[in-house]
Nanobody, 126 residues
C-alpha cells in the first residue's frame, strides 16, 4: 500500500494550498482517509478525515471553516484544500488510511490509522 502526499510549499499568511494524497495498492472502500500534521514541538495532530464511500467528514476545531477535504474516487486521490492559512498551520502534513467498522464514525486518532504517507511540508510565513 502506498499513500503519496504532495502539494506542500511556502505560502504567505492568508493564502491557500491544496494537498493531494494518491492512494494505491488496495481497495479503500472500507477506509477513511485522514490528514494529520506535525511540528518538531508537537505530537502528530489530527486535521481532518473523510470516509471513502460516503460524504462524511470530520475536522479539528483549529481548521474548521478553513480547510476542506474531498476525494476523487476515480483517481483514488484525496485532497486537503487549505484556505486562510496561518503561521500556526506550518507543519509536515501526512495523509493516512484507517479501516472503518461502522456506518457513522470518522476516525480521528493516530492509532486508528493503519497506513501512512511520507509527509509534505507546509510553511506559512507571516
Amino acid at each position: 500500500v502506498q499513500l503519496q502526499a504532495s502539494g506542500g510549499g511556502l505560502v504567505q499568511a492568508g493564502g491557500s494550498l491544496r494537498l493531494s494524497c494518491a492512494a494505491s495498492g488496495r481497495a479503500f472502500n472500507s477506509y477513511a482517509m485522514g490528514w494529520f500534521r506535525q511540528t518538531p514541538r508537537k505530537e502528530r495532530e489530527f486535521v481532518g478525515a473523510i470516509r471513502w464511500r460516503v460524504d462524511m467528514t470530520y475536522y479539528a476545531d483549529s481548521v474548521k471553516g478553513r480547510f476542506t477535504i474531498s476525494r476523487d474516487n476515480a483517481k483514488n486521490t484525496v485532497y486537503l484544500q487549505m484556505n486562510s492559512l496561518k503561521p500556526e498551520d506550518t507543519a509536515v502534513y501526512y495523509c493516512a488510511a484507517a479501516p472503518i467498522h461502522d456506518s457513522f464514525s470518522v476516525p480521528s486518532t493516530h492509532p486508528e490509522y493503519e497506513y501512512w504517507g511520507q509527509g509534505t511540508e507546509v510553511t506559512v510565513s507571516s
